[in-house]
């Protein structure tokens, strides 16, 4: 029941956009975004909730497709910051054994170069 | 307010000993989630407590287990290490296990 991520790296200039897939064969009640910075602790980017809602903070976006049980991250006009790995964490919807715990993607490593 | 701390960072350990590593979460924190990460496997999750009770597993060996006191800190312990649990522990606490989480630094663990 591991999401699948997709693509699994991406090298991208200073100022091009980027998005990430998160795919899912089973019913989703919520989709998480994390980054994690080589030789740090993954750190919290937003939680989507089953609803379809597209959420976003500064040029970091994301929508949750509830038909497909797919999540993509946007990353527009991007920075030397963002590089890093993303993982995308799933809660499986009610009535499935995987219900209260996230389960994560393998994540996607990110390259930001200038 | 502080983060989540783990003790110890690094250790390293001969296959068949034990280990027992810790995790103090934010203050206010009752859910403690543990995590294995492995390059080739990501974050695999391994059990989640709130208030003292386990909640969720993950799909480890019986080798793998944890408990939480009552101030919400947490241990996890692996007995009879093998090679393959040579990894980063890392140890998140939130207000339910399916909110924001906050993920501490981390154990990195050699078996030998």
């Known amino acids: 029941q591991q999401p699948v991520q997709s693509p699994q790296a991406v090298i991208l200039r200073e100022g091009e956009d980027a998005v990430i897939n998160c795919s899912s064969s089973?019913?989703?009640?919520?989709v998480h975004w994390y980054r994690q910075k080589h030789g740090e602790a993954p750190v919290f980017l937003m939680i989507?909730?089953?609803?379809?809602e597209q959420k976003g903070h500064e040029k970091i976006s994301a929508s949750f497709n509830e038909k497909k049980q797919q999540s993509s991250l946007y990353l527009t006009a991007s920075q030397l910051s963002y590089s890093g790995t993303y993982f995308c964490?799933?809660?499986?919807?009610?009535?499935?054994?995987?219900?209260?715990?996230?389960?994560f993607g393998q994540g996607t490593t990110l390259q930001v170069k200038p | 307010k502080a983060g989540v701390t783990q003790t110890p960072r690094y250790l390293i350990k001969t296959r068949g000993q034990q280990v027992t590593l810790s995790c103090s979460p934010i203050?206010?924190?009752?859910?403690v989630s543990w995590y294995q990460q492995t390059p080739g496997q990501g974050l695999q999750f391994l059990f989640e407590?709130?208030?003292?009770?386990?909640?969720n597993k993950g799909n480890f060996p019986g080798r793998f287990s944890g408990r939480q006191f009552s101030n919400s800190r947490s241990e996890m312990n692996v007995s009879t290490l093998e090679l393959g649990d040579s990894a980063l522990y890392l140890c998140?606490?939130?207000?339910?296990?399916?909110?924001?989480?906050?993920f501490g630094p981390g154990t990195r663990l050699t078996v030998t």
């Open positions: 989507l909730l089953k609803g379809g």
């Open positions: 089973k019913a989703l009640y919520s």
């Open positions: 998140a606490s939130s207000l339910a296990v399916t909110s924001e989480q906050y």
């Open positions: 964490g799933t809660e499986m919807a009610a009535g499935s054994s995987n219900t209260g715990k996230l389960i």
């Open positions: 407590y709130f208030s003292e009770t386990q909640r």
């Open positions: 203050s206010g924190h009752r859910s």
